[in-house]
């Protein structure tokens, strides 16, 4: 089965540091996803992971534990635009190619001033 | 270059109806999946194509379908319309570069409405 879990919510201040977290538990695995969806638009694609480490796009981080089936997507410089959800999602291992995904239910951040 | 265009974006259907959505994948991006978005259930996974070949399919009625043509468009159709199947549904399409992955780049969705 797949499993995937993150904080259904999260507050912080303009301009600090957020960290959302994202743990996993999936029959395979082959690459996690971050993802942005802004209220009534699309997900849009923010990192992707699937070597244990770091990987860092601008004010964007995320990094990954396979061994403890972990994930965490780390901005900085908080900014009034950065109010979404964020989505975690698992790519399961599959022979056939497939790009299939599952996804966590979202954390919904809020960004005060 | 364009992006994923889902047509129609909102739908109103009554019980028992049955309905058809529309998905344009970006040009060169051979993959589509679909995925139903609710807000209890978060987004799940409906079924993916690539070459008008169904690879995977998820844990849905077989009231679900979908296709997708030579031009890699895709269509997903609800037959006998649920109050439950009331949602945001979303395609995605993705390049498929032999083993490397690329991300899934989604439309802006079709948001059904069942009453």
């Known amino acids: 089965g797949q499993n995937i879990d993150q904080p259904t919510e999260m507050t912080a201040t303009e301009g600090a540091i957020v960290q959302i977290n994202c743990t996993y538990q999936t029959s395979g695995f082959n690459g996690l996803f971050w993802y942005q969806q802004h209220a009534g638009e699309a997900p849009t694609f923010l990192s992707y992971n699937v070597l244990d480490g770091l990987e860092e796009k601008g004010r964007f981080s995320s990094f990954l534990s396979r061994s403890k089936g972990y994930s965490y997507l780390l901005l900085k410089e908080l900014q009034m635009k950065d109010s979404a959800s964020y989505l975690c999602?698992?790519?399961?291992?599959?022979?056939?190619?497939?790009?299939?995904?599952?996804f966590g239910k979202g954390t919904k951040l809020s960004v005060i001033p | 270059k364009a992006g994923v265009t889902q047509t129609p974006r909102y739908l109103i259907k009554t019980r028992g109806q049955q309905v058809t959505l529309s998905c344009s994948p970006i040009s060169g991006h051979r993959s589509v999946s679909w995925y139903q978005q609710t807000p209890g259930q978060g987004l799940q996974f409906l079924f993916e194509?690539?070459?008008?070949?169904?690879?995977n399919k998820g844990n849905f009625p077989g009231r679900f379908s979908g296709r997708q043509f030579s031009n890699s468009r895709s269509e997903m159709n609800v037959s006998t319309l649920e109050l439950g199947d009331s949602a945001l549904y979303l395609c995605a399409s993705s390049l498929v570069r032999g083993g490397l992955v690329s991300p899934l780049h989604f439309g802006n969705g079709t948001r059904l409405t069942v009453t």
């Open positions: 999602a698992v790519r399961p291992y599959s022979g056939a190619g497939s790009y299939q995904l599952t």
């Open positions: 194509y690539f070459s008008e070949t169904q690879r």
